[in-house]
């Protein structure tokens, strides 16, 4: 038996680079996975990159997850469906790829990635949380980027809001103490191997595969006593010659 059968899963951002081999996992070991974009396009991009795991357990939503309304009416869509939701995957979030002074970044820009990098991890957490309280059941789980605690020049776009991102979850942690919620962040503080970076990428680097591994292994019964926790993952040790 997988370690996530019959397991409703929600992955906000599952049709990124990293939330695909979440997705993935999470049907690999037995989950029925929703997954929300705002274009049909990349659905079904995802779902030719899931080949053989792009079951009916495989559900595409066509969706605006980070708006509230949007993300209600995911929410509802799934408790119709389903009856319920045991875990909440929020893999959410731009990257950026200039090099730029904070003092040089535009109000357009600023304003564009408190949006997708913090005010969609806000909205995911209003909109799904009370659902897992009212269940008292099931798990909520962050995926972030090094940047949130470690300051990086020029990256300023992505390294604020995943700093709030991250005191986002502890709070969310501290508020929800006894509900019978799991609430867990990942921080990842490792250059990530990813389908479209792998040609570059170092042995150092973590995958994005083991990323879904360990978001699937925090989203079983398995992990049961994993709860509250902000867990950091590095790069691996430099093999010896």
Known sequence: MSKLDGKIALIAGGSG???????????????????PSRTSESLEKLRELLGEFASDRFVPVVGQIGQ???????????????GRIDAVIASLGGSWDQ???LTQVSME?????LESNL??????????????EKQQSGCYISLGGGAAETPVPYYSPVA?????????????IEEMKGSGVR????????WVSTRTSKQNAKPEWITADEIGEFTAYLASDEASMVNGSILRLYERPPALS
């Not at 680079?17 to 997954?35: D, M, P, Q, S, Y």
């Not at 509230?68 to 389903?82: P, S, V």
């Not at 604020?160 to 969310?172: D, F």
Request: aromatic share 8%; glycine share 4%; proline share 4%.
């Open 99 to 101: 090099h730029l002074p």
């Open 160 to 172: 604020i809001p995943a700093a709030a991102q991250l005191m986002l979850t502890k709070v969310l």
């Open 68 to 82: 509230i309304e949007g993300a209600e009416a995911i929410r509802d869509m799934i408790l119709t469906k389903f």
């Open 183 to 190: 609430i867990n962040e990942v921080v990842v503080h490792s």
């Open 119 to 132: 005010t969609s991890h806000f909205v995911a957490a209003k909109t799904f949380l009370p659902v897992l």
């Open 109 to 113: 820009t600023w304003q564009q990635y």
């Open 17 to 35: 680079n990293v939330g695909e081999c979440v997705v993935r996992a999470f049907l690999k070991h037995g989950a029925t996975v929703i997954v």
